[in-house]
């Protein structure tokens, strides 16, 4: 007879939702006895070997990265829809299925976190609507002393959603509309220094205009960047930095991995009814219309 526990947690994954799951909740999951009903589990690293020296049983592997490619020159930005259906397909994203999200958890400066809140957002974009990102990720995994495994595991080809969810995205023309009109929020979720222009990365340094920096590792645990803060936690400082539920928010960043975080908290974890992300992020604004549009240096955390 199943236990109390383990038919609650299927009861719990019968609807569509996208959030957070424990480490010994989604072993239950994956050590299903139906093998129709186990998740759809991606591993989301970007370090190919990563994936070979050790993954969660039953993990396809889908590096984020093969869902962007260069545009008009501008490095990483998302690919056609036709290219990012194709891969999903293969990855076997399914429109009937839960899918189980991870990477590595790690100090900072250790991102890989960002690779899943990534390709969660993808997934949802496409119509995805049942996802659950394992918190902690794989370093949680193995602190429970879960094993992992290094055989592949290959999904059917899956069939997605015949709608796209594209109302969570923003372009650059919804971001200059956005910005300034009051209830709405723009904020950047890149490190502090690059935020002010602090940074030997960019083409053009700084932010956009009227955007707000609160860093997406304030979300996340110093001891585990995959482990997210509860809200109750954060609450305050969000509040405190003007992020609010009853905002319009628009999340950015330089290639759109750390405000894809954002995102995922603020909608997913915290609830938020009005979040969205800009795609093309900071690599795309400081390019576009000859390097003209306008930016600004300076500035300090929101919040603090």
Same mark, same amino acid.
């Given at each position: ?9 299927l009861?719990?994954?019968s609807?569509?939702?996208i ?43 889908i ?24 891969l999903?397909?293969?990855?076997g994203?399914?429109k009937?299925?839960?899918h ?37 990720g ?10 992992? &495994?290094?055989d $592949?595991? %290959?999904?059917? #080809? ?7 969810n *594209?109302?969570? =995205?923003? !372009? ?14 723009l ?36 001891d ?27 999340c950015y ?10 995102h ?10 009005? &979040?969205?992300? $800009?795609? %093309?992020a900071? #690599?795309?604004?400081v390019?576009?219309?000859?390097? *003209?549009?306008? =930016?600004? !240096? ?7």
């Open positions: 007879m199943k236990s109390i526990f383990t038919l609650l947690l009861a719990a994954t609807y569509a939702d959030s957070l799951i424990t480490a010994p909740e989604a072993k239950a999951l994956i050590e299903n006895p139906d093998a129709a009903k186990r998740p759809i589990v991606l591993d989301t690293r970007g370090g190919y070997k990563d994936y070979f020296r050790g993954h969660l049983p039953t993990a396809h592997h590096n984020f990265d093969t869902l962007r490619g260069t545009n008009e020159a501008v490095p990483v930005q998302y690919l056609p829809d036709d290219l990012t259906k194709a999903l397909i293969r990855a994203v399914d009937d299925r839960l189980l999200i991870y990477a590595t958890g790690d100090v900072l400066p250790n991102d890989e976190v960002l690779s899943t809140s990534m390709v969660v957002y993808v997934l949802e974009k496409f119509g995805v609507q049942n996802i659950r990102v394992l918190d902690g794989l370093a949680e995994w193995k602190k429970q002393g879960f094993t992992t &495994v290094q $592949y595991f %290959g999904n059917p #080809k899956g069939h997605l959603p015949e709608q796209v *594209s109302s969570i =995205a923003a !372009t650059v023309e919804d971001v200059q509309s956005f910005v300034g009109k009051p209830g709405n929020v904020i950047d979720a890149r490190p502090i220094n690059e935020f002010r222009g602090e940074d030997e990365v960019w083409l053009r340094k700084g932010h956009i205009p009227g955007a707000i920096n609160f860093h997406w590792a304030r979300l996340v645990t110093q585990n960047t995959h482990k997210f803060k509860p809200y109750s936690e954060v609450k305050a400082e969000l509040e405190k930095a003007g992020i609010t539920a009853d905002k319009n928010i628009i960043c330089g290639t759109s991995r750390e405000g894809s975080l954002l995922f908290y603020l909608k997913h974890v915290a609830g938020y009814p009005n &979040v969205r992300l $800009y795609e %093309g900071w #690599k795309e604004y390019w576009l219309k000859g390097k *003209s549009l306008p =930016a600004e !240096t300076g500035g300090e955390p929101a919040g603090r």
